[in-house]
C-alpha cells in the first residue's frame, strides 16, 4: 500500500555501490560513453542478483560512490539474468544513460552493493546547479559540520 502523499519512486528502493576505478563524475561518464558505442544503455555487472528487483524498477537508482562520496545516480532500467564468459549466470543491471548529480555525502569503502532506502539517498542538485569548487573532501566535511 502506497503512503499518504508518497509517490512511487518515493517507495521504490535503490542500489549504493562503489565505482572502482573512477577518480570523477567525468571518469564514470567516459567509461560508459565507451559502452554505448557497442550497447543501447550503460550496464554492470554483478555475481547476485538483487532480490528487490521490483521495487528497484519502481524508479530505482544506482548511488555511486566515487572516491568515498557518493556523487551521482543513474535510474536503473532493467534487471536481466546473462551469461559470462564461462556460460554461469550473472546479473546485469541496465542503466538510463542520464548521469544526475546528488548534493555529495561521505561513504565509507564496502564491498558490492547495498540497498539504499529513498529516505537515506542523498537529494539530487538542483538543475542548473553544479556542485561547488572547493575540493569534494572539504565540501562534505563542512556540510558533516553543518557550516556550509
Not at 547495498?114 to 566535511?141: E, F, N
Request: include cysteine; proline fraction near 8%; charged fraction near 25%.
Amino acid at each position: 500500500m502506497q503512503a499518504w502523499g508518497a509517490s512511487l519512486s518515493d517507495m521504490a528502493i535503490h542500489l549504493i555501490k562503489l565505482c572502482v576505478g573512477a577518480d570523477s563524475i567525468a571518469d564514470l561518464e567516459a567509461w560508459q560513453q565507451r559502452l554505448l558505442k557497442t550497447l543501447p544503455n550503460p550496464v554492470h555487472h554483478t555475481r547476485m542478483t538483487p532480490k528487490r528487483g521490483d521495487e528497484l524498477l519502481a524508479g530505482g537508482s544506482i548511488y555511486w560512490v566515487i572516491k568515498k562520496v557518493i556523487r551521482v545516480r543513474q535510474r536503473i532500467v532493467d534487471i536481466r539474468t546473462v551469461p559470462d564468459e564461462t556460460g554461469r549466470n550473472m546479473c546485469e543491471l541496465v542503466f538510463d544513460p542520464e548521469l544526475i548529480p546528488v548534493v555529495p555525502r561521505r561513504k565509507k569503502p564496502f564491498q558490492g552493493w547495498r540497498y539504499l532506502k529513498s529516505g537515506d539517498a542523498p537529494p539530487d542538485l538542483t538543475p542548473g546547479a553544479k556542485a561547488s569548487d572547493v575540493p569534494v573532501a572539504l565540501d562534505v566535511a563542512l556540510k558533516e559540520a553543518m557550516v556550509w
